[in-house]
């Protein structure tokens, strides 16, 4: 079975483009356009992983982040932080908010999979699916 992955991302080019990038991939997409519904379908569905947009309507990124990872329920999932700004100090606050890992935007196809695929490591990519 393929890895579930949820977007959580305001902006719909951004969206859209995960999205499709993870279907071409072979695997499972569930989207939130905000941390509110975002938490809400982590607890329902238990996603493998999270693509967390850093910058988001009502609360950011960070604040889901913690909230996802202080909750024994969806402590494991891992969680990549989507951001288009990525200086040292917001790494730091990444892992800080208990991110797994980031990937800065706009997303570059290649590294974006390379990305994804490591930090499923245990679930391989369907085989003939990659662009
Ligand atoms: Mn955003």
Same mark, same amino acid.
């Given at each position: 079975m393929s890895a579930t992955i949820l977007i959580v991302e305001d902006t719909p080019a951004n969206m859209k483009l995960a999205a499709l990038l993870l279907h071409k991939a072979g695997y499972q997409v569930l989207q939130a356009p905000n941390a509110i519904q975002g938490i809400e379908l982590a607890r329902r569905h238990l996603p493998d992983l999270i693509l =967390? !947009? =850093?910058? *988001?309507? @009502? =609360? !950011?990124? *960070?604040? %889901? $982040?913690? #909230? &996802?990872? %202080? !909750?024994? &329920? $969806? %402590?494991? @999932?891992? #969680?990549?932080?989507? $951001? %288009?700004?990525a200086m040292k100090d917001d790494e730091q606050r990444m892992r800080d908010a208990g991110c797994d890992g980031y990937i800065s935007k706009p997303i570059s196809h290649q590294s974006f999979y390379q990305k994804i695929a490591s930090m499923l490591a245990a679930t391989p990519i369907q085989k003939g699916s990659t662009p």
């Open positions: =967390m !947009d =850093m910058q *988001l309507p @009502i =609360m !950011d990124g *960070l604040s %889901a $982040t913690k #909230i &996802l990872k %202080a !909750d024994v &329920l $969806t %402590a494991k @999932i891992k #969680i990549v932080a989507l $951001t %288009a700004f």
